[in-house]
Every structure is written in structure tokens, then in C-alpha cells.
């Protein structure tokens, strides 16, 4: 089959198989910053954003997501001009291996956007699908905080 | 594996037709489609593009597209009825990634033994609308019982009366993002200090769910300061299997003491 | 309290931008032309022989290149750990066997042009198995009529202990003093059997290996790995391959914690690219790593303790008996860290002894894992500790402060007891441990709430604590090099072969060139982990990186900046001894002058007596100082239901200087974590055949950030005097509190004591249910 997705802003026609799960079809594309960590719907290292809402891309069959809206962590920030909430994980020392950052990163985007000032307890529940086994997630919440702070004081375009 | 077809109706009356055609299925959010051998199904239909992902309210009657997701039911609800039991039941359901792809449709066609939904449709005496051959208004618990009803059907939406009802639910789990073993959801209606009427589901026992029938008949017409919470405990009597059970015993002890606590929060606010 | 510029900094992880906004590439995610994809079969038997493997079928199917298994793999006998050579662990593995020693073994695998293909061809390979009866329980695997796993045909090279007649993976034994004497002093013995059960590493990055020829016909293997240079020396001799053609790199990796020391998946892959001249492609799904990669061994740990009122102890006995599953990967080693990290700490003890045994089993496999085998003995001795001290009438951080090493101190284990053999004499020059314990202690209200039992409705809280050390590296057998040169602008390469699997030692290796060198991190490029590229170093493990890898960095750091201030003394025209290299620049003392680094890379590169600044150094380490941690746990159990709630976590950890103290906590923090879900919620299950149940995150439960209660790491600086900069290690040994502490807190809280983990509610109420449980 193929569909048309938007992706990160732009639209891309994309091939993939009838029953193949939006994990692959996107890192089969070259989009492999959607890590494949349990493909169970537990870990959250597949996370993106579908229609702006978080999913697990290893949840959803390719099928169900033609001519909708994707976002990967690549579609709010880049090495060159990254994102608040990058930078915050960077500057909280939230990036260990790295390995579900990016799905950590588009889980705090979505929860901020919902809610720029989240408590403690809004924060460890919109994170409760993602798994980290490096950071004990202490400096994760940090950096969450630390972004929607930095975003307070009125430091992006995206958010 | 040969190539599945993927339908993408945009009308009921699309989907109607489509449901009543060989080995098709509807996809809602796909996360118990993925568990399953999909060998025999030609095609899917997609459900995402019909008119199902709105909640209405008529004359105290809620209905809820079936393609809504546990998110949307969570977010939209709270509009209707801030303390409603759908919304104790399913904020803290699988995951928050997870919450916005699993639909209602699909978790009352599947029904996992884990469901946080079937509990709370079965004590709000629940209706659901199926289209296709077996068109027509069905109560959830026809629908679980009657296998048949599945077969080229598709359901449309769940409906159920708004009441003003105490509600609690408990999910017995290990870590927040679980698949509760077990989990009770509680209607009480209390009239003047004495319940009047009171509904309780146990969801993840041997039989899939079990409705607490003695502790009902317990605390049905008891005033609330005559409840003794060591006595409801007593009077479940829960079977659990399976290999993520180590201790079947212990887990109907732990559905006893957990239901006990329920009754007394819920009586004592 | 250091007047260092870049140490004790927390500088940015140098590759966590690059992390964070997805660029960085694992293993996985790198583009092979046409690779081939690789699928194992394992056996479905805990126990039998492969009477005949039928590939035909799988060979039919289109798409499918090749099958490996026993009729067509030469068996090379060798052990998965990457460890250093010769390897400690016994030599009792090949490819692919012809005998079958746990559900999960490897039977065969598939080659084929993409990973479905691969998958469904597994279900066409016929294999008619003969049943062997199954060995489950370590504690009869000696037993004269136990089932034997393995032939004697299987050896240990580096000539330890070893008896596959009698299942006997490794056995060490040391004692001390005089136990009879110990025993006839004590006023009363403590004697109890503690089991820490097993558990799966959950590095977030699945393993994965590809490899390919590269153009000039050379075998390159990228991988999950921490051990590089191990994995290519191991490749090359299962492959039969000259290791001068094996390139390994490491890229990004998905977290290891000892998991990825292993070699697993490279033979496989490197086996596919050398026999078919294709890129090949291997990753485990999630299942596979839960039942076939590796886990922590389990331990039963039966520890006798004698104490004489007055507080003396008089003798320690441990007795530890490891379940090393079906094959013997650090078998050895692990087991003797379960007494060679644990009982030094408490060195005031004359008679002592140690018996330890590793045993096969048809269970998964164990292996390296944080805490190897210290996190399992300090399950034992610090509930053990709790104990005494109650029953004693006496303060546990009192009681533990007057007993444990102190500076200027030795223990004979140091000497008795190594990794594998014997082990090297050392005096502690650091430790803050009573430091630690005090401010833990402060920090949890250990003397508010200790004994208290303060109790809302059904639930009663209860505090406790635990002392561990760890070590920094194997002393006389771990050795890490350095390469650095200088470029055109003043910035330099630093090449190392220390493995950065997410710790963020590139980092920190790089603070430490950075502050011998007076430069801002930045102008330090690091390339680490390539065999080609980069010198050699044992890799990520036995909490040597900061330690070991560290001093060759500053080592070789020296060098340069010796080499910068002579071209610097030449250009000025100035005596040497005047420089001095500060904020990037070299000034000279005496006349406020001062030229820029790259005044001098410049002079060297292009103007006169050119010559590249560069230097290599290796560090090869005699002692292996030990980092120390007091941890402390507060919780509240449920006593109608038994159900644990963790309320707060502390870690006071003395780690030397800490170069990095935000990489510090965060070592700690993870590690804390780890061990706190392993000691709750973390369960390996087994069906009555053998057969692992929870292999999926939705049975093995780790923790979400949702889970999660106050974790509160404070570092406490010491400064080591062997230690780059006065650093020890800090990997490891945060994760041996959780257990013991918790357990700890859960007495003090309902007078229950766990000698098994996980401390699940089922379990605990059974306990609580039990009567004549004994109150220490
Ligand atoms: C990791 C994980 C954890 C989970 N945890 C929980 C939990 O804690 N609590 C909980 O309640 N649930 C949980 N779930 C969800 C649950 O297991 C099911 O996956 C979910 O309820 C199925 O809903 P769906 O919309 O994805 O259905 P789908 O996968 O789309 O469909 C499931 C079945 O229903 C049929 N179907 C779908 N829609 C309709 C319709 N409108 N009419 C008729 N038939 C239909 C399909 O044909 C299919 O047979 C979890 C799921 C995962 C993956
Ligand atoms: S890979 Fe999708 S949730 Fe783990
Ligand atoms: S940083 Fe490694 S899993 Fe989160």
C-alpha cells in the first residue's frame, strides 16, 4: 500500500505493508530517531505525535494513520536550532544513553502544550508511558520543570 | 501473508455496508488487533473517518460514538459530569500514548480481562447500538454473553443514563502503567444515610467479571452507619486464575479488604 | 572546595543535544545495502539432544538465503563474556549445539532478505529433539544423580575450579582466623538463608549487531556492545577470522549495565557477512532479550554471624551458592564479588569465611550485571547487621560506624580475594562513609521515625538503611589507554577506547584532558570506542571507566601539555619552568606574556622544527579504591494487605572527586531506581517446565516516572589519591541499597523480616500471616 503523511511539516508519500505498524514504516523511511524499544505499547521509545496527541507508533497499524499529521522529535527541534524543552533535558542532565529521550521529550512537549504549568504529580502521570532505566527519572522531572519555566518566561516559537 | 484491505468509510451508511462483507473487521484503535492472528480477515475498516468520536447528552442520556478513545471519553466527560465513574475508571487505564488510540468500541468488542471499561458499563446497566446484520440496541451484557451479536457488526455507540450515583474504582496493580489483575467498580445510591440501591463488578476473575451479588444484597437498604467494612470483606468470594496469578487466595483476600475500603470512603464523603 | 576549572563542573553531556533531537544513531538505525536479516530458533525444552535438524523446508521458502546450526557451524568452544583474556568464565559454549540447556537455547538461525521472511522460516526447520530430565533447583545440582548439563569436555582456561561432572561452573574458598574460635567467643550467632532472586537489565536499546565488508574487504561490526576490543578478539576466534581484519565499532548504546557485556550477537552476524559476502543485521526483540541475553544471577546466601554482647563479631560465615543457569558467563567472577565486595567493609572481623559455588542449572543464563554479585552478598549482611543491632539494643549507624574500614585500613579478603583468583593487598586512602551515614541518616529523620512505628490507619511506616563499597576498576588485570593529538586552532582529539554507553564517560574523560590542559571542554573532540581508530581498553565494566580510562587520559593529557610548553618555551625564548597553561593560553610568568594554544599548534604544524604534538599513554591500575555509600529507605506498609509504599529514597555516596557531579547523581539515581523496582516489583516467573513467563515489560514490571517517590542523591567528595584527580568510580554501587534498605524499613515498620525479594504485597502479607516469626 502507500498514503500520504504530513511529516514533521512536510508531505511525504510513503510505501509500507498492509499490516505493518507505524514504527517501521517510519523508521523504514529513515525516521529511525522513533526508537524500537518493546514494540508492547510499554516503553514510549516509539512515541510520536499523531494529530498532535502522543501515541505509541508501535500501537498503531500504518493503515490508520494515512493522510494524518506526524510529528517526531526531529519536527520540533534540531541539532541547530532545538527546541526549549531540548535544551532543558540537556541543561537538567536528563540525557543518559539517550535511548527514550526522544519519546520523553515528545511527552513533555504534548503535555505542555496542554498545560504550561504542570504540578509534580501532572508531570510523573503524563510520563507514566515512558520507560527510562538510566536516569531513575529524577532529572527528567527536573528537566520538564525546567522547561515549562524556561517557556514561562517566554523563550519559544513552538510552544 | 496475503495483503490486507483496508476500507476508509466516511458514512454509517458506508460502514454498514462494509461490516455485512466476509472476514471484515473494524479496526477502532488497533491495540488488540496487534495481539491477534489476523489470518482469515481480508479487510479492515477504518473508523476513524466516521461521524463516532462525539459525546451527546440528551435528556440525561449519554452517548458515546464508539471511536471515541479512553482520552477523549476522559476529557469530554468531565465537561458533562466532573465525577463521573467512566472518568475514575479509564484517566488511569494503560497509559497515558496509550489512552489516546484505545477506542470504547473496541474495549467492549474485546473485553480483555484487564478492561477498566466493562466494569462500570455493566453497573451503569449500559446500551450499546450495533450496525450491520445484527442492527439494533443490545445492553452490554447481551453483547458479552451472545457471541453471536459480533459477527458482522459494528458497534456505533454505548449509551447510558446519567444518575446521580457515589462511584468509586479501584485497579489492583503493580506500577501505575498496568494491566490491573483485578479491579471493582462500585455504584451506590444513598438516600438519606441509607443505601438504597448499589451496584458492584468485579472486572479480571475467572469468569471475566463477577458481580459481587452478596456484598450488594449486604449493603442494599442498610444505613450507612450500621456498615461494618470487616463484614464485605467476607462476603467476596472471588476465583482467579492464571500464570500472572501467583496467589489466588491472596488475591481474592486483597479483593475483599480493597472493596471494604471502597464502601467506607464512598460512604463516609 | 577544589580550585580545578572543568573538574567538579557539571559541564552538558557532550552528545545530549544530539540525543535529544534524535540525531544520534544506535546501532538499529544505521543503513546497510541490501542486508541480510537474521532470526534464531531456540529450543523449547529446558533439557535435550537434537537428534536431527531439517532445514529443507526453511531453505524453500523464497527469500530465505541461509540456515546455521550444528551440522554446518564449526564449534568453537568459548564463553559469551566479554571479559579479559584469558577469560575467567569457563569455556562452555559454541554457536550452535547439539545439546539443548534451557528454554531459550540457541537451536539454529535463518538468513533471509527481510525479518519476516527470516521469522516464518524458523517455523519450518524440523528438529527432533530427545528429552533430557531437567535440572532446576541449584540446590541439587551437585547431587551424585542430577542431571549433567555439560561434558568434560568443557574447561575453564584460566584453570579455576571448575566440574562439569558435578555442574560446578566456579567454586572459591577462603577462611581466616579461626571460625571454632569465633563460634565458641560469640554470646549468640545469627544464621539465616537470604535468596536474591533473578532480574533482567532493561537497557532500553534492544541488542543489535550489523556487520558488513567495507571496501577494502575488512569485517566491520558495529554493536551493542561495551566491550569492543573484547568483542573483536572473541569474534575472531569463534569465526576463525584474522582479528587483523575485524574493525568493531561502537556507536550511541541504549544503556548495558552488564547486559551488553556480552558476546552474543556478533559471531552471529560476523558469521552471515563472512561465509555470504552480504551485510547482515541482527536485533533482539524485546522477549528475546528478557529470556535469551542475559540476567542477574540469582544467590542463596547463607550467612552465620557470631557477636558477643559488647558488640564484637566475632566470626562471619558466607555461604553462597549462584545459579549461573546454563552456562557459566562470569560464573566466577560474580560469585566472588558476592564476597570480595561485601565483606572487606566490615574488616574489624578476625575469623572469617567464605565458600562460594557457582552451579548450572536449565535456566536462562546469567551474566554480568551492576552490582555483580556485591548488590546479592549486601542483600545478606546489611539485614544481617539490622539484625545484630536489635538484637543488641543498639544503634544501627552507631553500630555500623564503629565497625566498618576506615582510612589508613586493609582487609585480608582485599588479598585473598579477587575477581577470579587471588586478589592485591590494599590500604584504603579515602572513605567518608560516616560522613554518608549521618547525613542520610538527617536527611531520612532516621531518629525520628526509626522504631516509632507511626502509624495512619492501616498503615505504619518504618525506616531503614544499608553500607555498601564497590570497587574502581580490577587492580592488576584492567588497563585502558589514551590517544591525543593537537590541531591547527589549539582543539584536540582525544581517542579513546573507553566505551560511553551512556554513563557519559566521553564526557567526563574529556573534562579531565580539558583541566590538564586549561582549555574549555569544547576544544576536546572525542572519538572513543573504534578498534581501528581508537587504543585499546577492556571497556564498560567493574566501575573502571573514571577510574582507570580516566588516569590514562590525564596521563596522556601530561604528555602534551609537556609538549605545548616546550614549543611554547621555544617560540617565547623563555625558560620552560616560567610557563604555565591557563585559560587556554600559555603565559609566561615572569613577564605577563602570553601566547594562544594555537600560536603553538601552529609553530609546530608549520614553522620551524615542525612536529605533531600528540601522545598515547596506558594506565594499568594495582589497586582498585573503593567508592562507599550509606543508603536509606522510608516506607509505609499496609498491614491489613501487606502492600509496600516506597515514600522516600536516600543516597549519600562517597565517589572521590566527582569530575562531573550532575553525571554523579544521576550514575546514582539510575542506580537506585534499578535496584528499588528489582526489589518491588521486578520478577523473573518460571512455568513447572522451565519455561520463562514474564518476558515482556507488561509482566516484568519496572517503574514509570509516575511510580516514583522522593529519590534523593547527595554526593559527598572525597578526594583519592591514586584516582585521576582524586576520582573513584560511582557506576555500580547505587544499586545495592534498595533491597537491603527496604527490607530493613519493612521490619522496623511491621516486625517482618524478608529473606526473599520481591517484596510484593502477596508476599509480604503471607510473612506477616506467619506466626513465631522471629523479632530481632
Ligand atoms: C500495553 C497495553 C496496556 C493496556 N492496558 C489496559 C488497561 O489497563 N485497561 C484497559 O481497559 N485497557 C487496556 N489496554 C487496552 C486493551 O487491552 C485493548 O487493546 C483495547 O481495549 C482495544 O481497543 P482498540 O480500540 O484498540 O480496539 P481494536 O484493536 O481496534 O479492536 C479490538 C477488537 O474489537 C473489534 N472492534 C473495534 N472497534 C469495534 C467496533 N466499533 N465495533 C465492533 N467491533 C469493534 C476489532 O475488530 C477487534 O476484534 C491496554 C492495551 C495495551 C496494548
Ligand atoms: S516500542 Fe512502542 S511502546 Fe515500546
Ligand atoms: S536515558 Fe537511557 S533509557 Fe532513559
Redesign the interface.
Known sequence: MDGLFIINGMQHRLDFKSDERLLFTLRKHGYTEVKNGCLEGECGACLILLDDKPVNSCQVFTASAVEKDIKTVKGIGNLYEPHIIQKAFVDAGAVQCGFCTPGMVLATYALLQKNPKPSEPEIKNALDGNLCRCTGYVKIIEAVKLAAQMIGKGGDRNV | MKELHWYYPETLADAETLVRQENVLPHGGGTGLLLRNLTGVDSLIELSRLPLRSIKVVDHNVEIGSACTYADVVEKMAEIDPGHILIKCLHHSANTPLRNRITIGGSVAMFPPWSDLMGALITLDAMISLTGKNSGDYSVLEYIRDKNLRANSLITTVKFKLLPRKSAHYREIRTKSDMPTFNHTVLLNIEKNKIVDCRIITVGTVLKYTRLAEAETYLTNRRIENIDVAEIGKLVNLKFAGSHIDDPEYANIKAGIELGRMIQQMVRS | MSDYTIIGK?E??I????????????T??F?LKEPLYLAQLYSPHAHAEILNIDDSEARKLPGVVDVFHYQNVKPVLHTTAGQGFPEPSPYDSVLFDMKMRFIGDRVAMVAAEDQKIANNALKLIKVEYKILEPLFDPEKAMDKNAPKLHGTDRFTPIGATYDSLKNLAAEVEIEFGDLKKGEAEADFIIDKIYHAHYGS??????HAAISYFDEMGRLVIVCTTQVPFHVRRIVSKVCEFPLSKIRVIKP????G?GGKQEVLLEPLAALVTIKLKRPAKI?L??KEVFQNSRTRHPVRTRLRTGVKNNGDITFLEMDSLLNSGAYGTHALTVLSNCGAKVLPLFNKIENMRFLGRSVYTNLPVGGAYRGYGATQGYFALNQQLDMIARKLDVDLPEFIKKNHIQVGETSKIFEALGEGKEGVVQYINSCKLDECIDIGAREIGWYEKREKKLTNGDKVKGVGMMVAMQGSGIPLVDMASAYMKMNDDGSFNLDIGATD????SDTVLAQIAAEVLSIDLEKIIVLSSDTDRTPFDVGAYASSTTYVSGGAVKKCAEKIRDQILDVAAEIMKTDRNNLELADGKVHDQKNNKCISLSDVAVYSLYTKNQFQIQAGASQFVEQSPPPFIAQFAEVEVDK??GKVDLIKFVSVVDCGQAINP??A??QI??????GICYAL?EEY?F?ENGNL?TK????Y????????PE?K?IVVESHEKTGPFGAKSVGEIGINGPMPAIANAIYDAVDVRLFKAPF???RV??EMQKTGCQHY
Do not use: M
Not at chain 3, 15 to 25: E, I, R, V, Y
Open positions: 557539571s552538558k553531556k552528545d545530549s543535544l544530539s540525543l535529544a533531537t534524535g540525531a544520534c544513531q544506535f538499529d538505525d543503513e537489565h532493561c537497557a532500553q536499546e534492544p550511541r548504546i541504549g544503556g549495565f536485533v526483540s524485546r554507553i551512556g554513563t557519559g491489613k494487605t550532575k553525571l547523581e544521576g539515581d539510575g542506580a537506585t531506581v534499578n516489583t516467573k512455568s513467563l515482556q515489560f507488561r509482566d514490571k519496572i517503574w514509570t516516572a509516575a511510580d516514583i529519590i542523591t510484593t504485597p502477596a502479607y503471607r
